[in-house]
């Protein structure tokens, strides 16, 4: 810092002549450095925001431009040859071909343009260069959006912005100081945001144009696949998973029924439960006999007590999504066409890569019909061959006490109540015969635990069931909002009775707090917390939970207005403003907007010039003698007040002049006399005020 | 064959061109010796890198509708509402400035001239912050049609006085012929403050310039103006004073002149220490001439060397040249007009012809280079030749 002072003052140095034609470039080229350090250091700052998707030796390359770019900086000591660049610049490329498979075609761009910017910069040296960086570095900022979405990242990358555009300005104004560039290049944003707000609100928000390549990065939520054996890893996470908003607070269903509906796993490997391959196949079967998923018709059975409600989804890389059990999909208003399936679980055309709205229909009374016939029934009785033996002799033996499904599958639940299962994220490990000894030995474990057993158990004793995944309950943000965090996963069994497909939830038996009061609740009950550590014990107090309360706030706002602000939130907002929306209107709305676009420029840069600020008696005085100048057409110009009132005495009637004389008495008495300072200016301002309107009547009556 | 045919339709097209160009802006920036910049005579678009900002701006408006990231949209727009606001800004910077054409002092062919353009703030502002109103950046002169470029910054300080808000920039300017000339249009060019934009303008300050002959250094004739044609005498240039001769004037003494001269006469009346001048009359009266069979460039450059010496020496001289005949004389005044006739004479271009040509040629040692680009003015100066 105090070497870039030092700079500065070397600069303004005054033995440099003005108007010297450019031979002096070392004085030009103080300017330069300091913006390709600028540019170096916003291209490092990028280089940490976007760490999922660069490789470590780009970062590391990266990292080593920008030490260059110091030195060079620092000791102004000579470039690497470009030999150099170029030796490495291949070396790069083998490098980026050979692990580019591995990592994505969209990641792979990124990282090529990150090695390119590096190589680049470590020769920049000119202007075409420098402007070449600069728009990539503008792309980089745009990739980093492609993974952070948060309000802290926008707000981080507009900074990067910024400070890339003072590097553009302080390049470009050779002797303007530093200071000077900062306040330029400030307002020029802050004047930006609001045009470009009015653009975001008016200008059509497209579908998307072609398939871009998605990044091969961690999928996050749901796994596909559950094995009960493993440490609960969600449940430690207290990431958003997605957003409920309701049109009021009477339509949000009671804790109780927040079954957020996600996955259906029907393939049990003695260990692992997995969506079925028979059944990917069914689906794409019956999808290409193009008939009607179930789960489209239960809007028609029953219209009276449905909600409409809509979600944002957090970004999970996959296909699947979920919603309240059991809810249609409003694909007359989602941007992402949402399939439904026969196991009535929902797809989205495209993996989810960014915050979605989602809107949905929910219908609390609509059941599950076994919607494939004998297909499902057969799937859902399969059991792996020779294992946990212990738990299907007490199933058969459930079997021989209870004769309808029913009454076996509440004897299940009741042996969960009542031999003393305890409610555990951190169970002992169950490697062999997982089952037999969570039933009969350990009785301690979490959901999926409990799920994966009552399923088997009912398998066993002949009915056909399944394990469904998703979320339960959420956390009330507001009034009309749901939250609902990774930590609110669930499992739990769907059993085939009367050929409807009817929830049970073991877990309840055992924990039922879990589902009024959420996971920390249940968890508190047994004894245990969800997260321990020095954050846990702060994450109680109560300053922490207002400010995380009002975090989570901002960041729904966000996530709503900003990020899930599409082509429908867009008729939404413009139909609540003009009401319903016709072509004359949208042609109306885009030409106001650019005439307001207009207007703002003209506040911008032809501001009105505001009078001088003269005390309010002076002003009142200037006034009367404009409306003396309207009436009599003799112009004052830079007379003195007795000289001005010379010239126009004769235009006069009585009452004015006395007015008027008095005024200018005043006026040169507050102005020019010795103890101006001592005047009693609201005494002043009120006697002018009084004479003022004596000119006005007088003037008015004469124009009469 | 055929690319030579190209080459003259191409430079056919591109004179029309030019001509047409130079007929619109007669008719748009009519020619003052000073110029506000205003709103009619100055011209802005993106430059080379404001495109590229406009069309990545565009692709991230793309890549944000296609993955739907409202984000990037929102940063494509803000880069858009960023280029937009540039485009006043720009202009509002360049058109605070007002410029004025300084006398031009005449050259010679051989040397590089230079005019001095005074650039002067206009005052918008009013206020007392007028120095933060201030245009800024870097101006680029070039002389319209002609690629070389002369860089100025604006606004620097000079010497610390921060109120000082005329500068003159010193723009070289160059000719391989003698003759008068009318200047050619002065580009002035600005990209402050993003270098997004590039707002210039040509601008005619209806100056003209004369272009003395080379000077060479050689033998010509000297005729005393009083004798007759017959009493011709042939002198070395290097000929010097001489001292027996009239009495011409008094001066003031200066050391190193001899005692002799004193009139001591008026040391002993006043005290003033005076010096008797003497002038040769043959030497003040001559003619300069050259011999007919000379030809006639080389006469005139050896004319030329020849009156700036006389002139130098602070001589009587006239000039007898084929249609040029100047009574002999002396002073500034004299000596411009006679290098004027000298330059004038016989001159292959027309003297008020309004197109001149500003060559850079290699040849020209006293000439500094700005920029790389001196080839294709090579190239003109051919075109121009032919």
Known sequence: ?704 | MISIFKRTVKQRFSHRWLSLVTRWLDKRIPPASQHRLTMNNIFVLPTGFGWAFIIMSLCLFLLGTNYQNNLMVLLSYILLSVMLLTLFYTHQNFARLAVKSMPLAPFHCHQSGTFYLAVVQQDMSGGKDNLSKQSRGNIVASWFGHKTQYPFILGAKDNGNAQHTTQRLPIPITHRTRGVYTLPRLTLACDFPLGLYKCWTHLDFSAEVVVYAKPLKGEVIKVSASNDESEQNTHNTASSAQSSSDFHSLTDYKEGLPLNRVVWKQVAKSGDWVVKEFADPLQLKQLLSVDANVETETAISLLTFQVLEQSQQGNHFGLKYQSIDIEPSSGETHTHQCLTALACLRNTSSPFENNAYINRTGNNAQEVSHTKKTSPAKKMSKAARS
């Open chain 1, 1 to 704: 810092m105090i070497a870039f002072l030092k700079r500065q003052g070397a600069f303004f140095n005054p033995s440099h002549s003005t108007s010297r034609p450019l031979s002096s470039h070392s004085l030009m080229s103080s300017h330069k450095s300091t913006s390709y350090l600028m540019l170096a250091i916003a291209y490092g700052v990028l280089l940490f925001t976007l760490t999922d998707e660069l490789m470590a030796w780009v970062i590391v390359l990266g990292m080593c431009a920008l030490v260059v770019r110091v030195l060079v900086f620092l000791r102004s000591s000579q470039l690497p040859h470009s030999r150099t660049i170029n030796l490495l610049a291949v070396l790069s490329l083998f490098a980026l071909t050979w692990f580019g498979f591995s990592i994505g075609l969209l990641n792979s761009m990124i990282n090529l343009l990150a090695v390119a910017f590096a190589l680049k910069l470590i020769l920049l040296d000119s202007k075409r260069d420098f402007h070449l960086l600069f728009c990539t570095s503008l792309f980089l900022i745009g990739c980093g959006f492609i993974s952070a979405l948060s309000m802290v990242a926008w707000v981080g990358y507009l900074g990067v912005l910024i400070f890339l555009l003072l590097a553009l300005a302080y390049y470009h104004g050779p002797v303007t100081p530093f200071s000077s560039s900062a306040k330029f290049v400030a307002t020029l944003v802050v004047q930006a945001i609001p045009i470009a707000a009015l653009l975001f609100l008016v200008m059509p928000q497209l579908p998307p144009l072609w398939q871009m390549p998605t990044s091969k990065s961690q999928q996050t939520g749901l796994s596909d696949t559950v094995t009960p054996g493993d440490i609960a890893s969600l449940a430690k996470s207290s990431d958003l998973a997605f957003t409920a908003t309701f049109q009021s607070n009477d339509d949000i269903p009671l804790p109780q029924q927040r079954y957020w509906r996600a996955l259906v796993m029907e393939d049990f490997n003695g260990k692992t439960w997995s969506i079925s391959d028979r059944r990917k196949q069914a689906e794409r079967q019956l999808s290409l006999l193009q008939k009607t998923p179930p789960l489209t018709q239960i809007l028609t059975a029953d219209t009276a007590s449905t909600t409409a409600y809509e979600m944002i989804v957090e970004p999970t890389k996959q296909n699947w999504l979920f919603s309240l059990a059991l809810s249609e999909p409003d694909n007359a208003k989602n941007t992402i066409f949402v399939n439904t399936q026969f196991d009535y679980t929902l797809r989205s055309s495209t993996p989810l890569m960014s915050k979605k709205s989602f809107y949905f229909t929910y219908v609390p009374s609509a059941t599950i019909e076994n919607a494939a016939g004998d297909f499902e029934r057969q799937l859902n009785s399969l059991l792996p061959a020779t294992t946990n033996e212990e738990t299907r002799a007490w199933a058969l033996a459930l079997k021989q006490q209870h004769t309808t499904p029913t009454e076996l599958a509440n004897a299940i639940m009741n042996y969960f109540r009542l031999q003393g299962f305890t409610y555990t994220l951190e169970p002992n490990a169950m490697p062999v015969d997982a089952i037999d000894t969570f039933l009969f030995e350990e009785k301690a474990g979490f959901c999926a635990h409990y799920a994966s057993a009552m399923t088997f158990a009912l398998r066993a004793a002949g009915v056909p069931a399944r394990m469904v995944t998703g979320y339960q309950g959420g956390e009330q943000l507001d009034d009309n909002v749901l939250q609902v965090r990774q930590y609110d996963a669930h499992a739990w069994v769907e059993a085939l009775i009367d050929d409807k497909w009817q929830r049970f939830d073991p877990t309840s038996m055992v924990a039922p707090s879990r589902l009024s009061f959420g996971l920390e609740q249940a968890l508190a009950d047994f004894g245990e917390k969800r997260t321990s550590g020095l954050l846990g014990d702060l994450s109680e107090g109560a300053l922490f939970m207002t400010l995380q309360n009002w975090m989570r706030q901002m960041d729904y706002q966000w996530s709503k207005w900003i990020l899930g602000f599409d082509a429908n939130k867009q008729k939404d907002l413009l139909e609540d403003l003009l009401g319903q929306i016709t072509t004359k209107k949208m042609t109306a709305v885009f030409l106001s907007s650019l005439s307001i676009v207009g207007v703002i420029l003209l506040v911008y840069f032809f501001p009105i010039k505001r009078q001088p600020n003269l005390p309010k008696h002076q002003r009142i005085y200037r006034n009367a003698l404009a409306l003396v100048e309207k009436r009599t057409g003799v112009n004052r110009h830079h007379l003195s007040p007795q000289q001005y009132l010379e010239q126009v005495d004769s235009y006069l009637t009585h009452d004015t002049k006395a007015s008027l004389h008095s005024m200018t008495a005043l006026f040169n008495e507050s102005v020019y006399s010795a103890e101006s300072d001592n005047l009693d200016k609201s005494h002043l301002t009120s006697m002018m005020k009084k004479h003022f309107d004596t000119v006005k009547k007088s003037i008015r009556q004469q124009n009469a």
